[in-house]
């Protein structure tokens, strides 16, 4: 079947909250009735050329190196002849542009400057090495008021007020039902306690590493303008080009707010964007 841009024959892969009703979308683990809930380890669960568009946005970094490489082959797989692959992730070039900036500017003493450096640094390096939810990143979002808010809702757009709106509204209550449940349901405590005492076990701290390391938060690779076009073309994609959030091969791309917002507000602003098309083969 032709590439006609329906909708239906467009498919959004780790999903998350974001996502048009009138698409398909998957994800790794999905309450929404709009979502399909499947492993993307294990490939992508359609059949060969079933799609217009597959896509998918700070997913892929998520990945071994490998299992980027075949999670890419199965995105080739599954779209149609001249469909369209979008594919969004951090953009590592970016980053690391901003942290020589903000390097350059810290050892100049210039105000403010420090703080931007302490940010970028977590945005380089914090969700490759962190050991537990969140990371140092949460702890840096939790101050109040945050120092550079200003440079850090820059970096990572409607987040920043996501974060820091919802620790606001959410610290815990000194009373109220949670800590009367506490007071008549000891064994609540009884298993609280026993879940602190085996932190102490031997192995049981790089148990509970492991299982955060391979909880899917971490990211495992990152990407810029070259390696990520080269892994394209290695899965045979072809007119492979960068995009910005609202221009695409897919028609009328915006009205479909996955990149960007009803406003026109960029949803990841630290975001690299690269379309690629599945060749057509004349038999």
Known sequence: MPVDFNPSNML????????????C????????????????????????????VVYHSHVLEHFSRTQ?????????????????????VPDLEQIA?????????????????EHDYDWIMLEL???CVRTSGGGEMKKYLRNSPVPNAQFVRKRIGRFFDIITNSHLSHRPAKSGWKTILKTIIPAAKI????????????????????????SGEVHQWMYDRFSLPRMLKMSGFTDIT??????????????????????????????LYIEAKKPYVSN
């Open 12 to 23: 959004n892969l780790g999903c998350g909250k974001r996502f048009n009703p009138r698409w």
């Open 25 to 52: 979308n998957v994800d790794f683990v999905s309450s929404e009735p709009d979502v399909i809930s499947y492993d993307l380890t294990k490939g992508i669960p359609f059949p060969n050329n079933r799609f217009d």
């Open 68 to 88: 980027a490489g075949i999670f890419i082959a199965e995105c080739f797989r599954v779209l149609k002849p001249e469909g369209v692959l979008r594919i969004a």
């Open 97 to 113: 542009a901003h942290y020589l900036q903000c390097l350059q500017s810290a050892l100049k003493g210039e105000p403010e400057a």
């Open 125 to 127: 390096l914090d969700q």
């Open 191 to 214: 298993k609280r306690s026993a879940s602190r005492m085996m932190k102490y076990f031997p192995g049981e701290k790089n148990r509970r590493l492991g299982k955060f390391r391979n």
């Open 242 to 271: 960068a995009r910005d959030p609202h221009t695409s091969y897919i028609p009328d791309w915006s009205s479909y707010c996955l990149d960007t917002d009803p406003d026109g507000a960029v949803y990841k602003p630290d975001s």
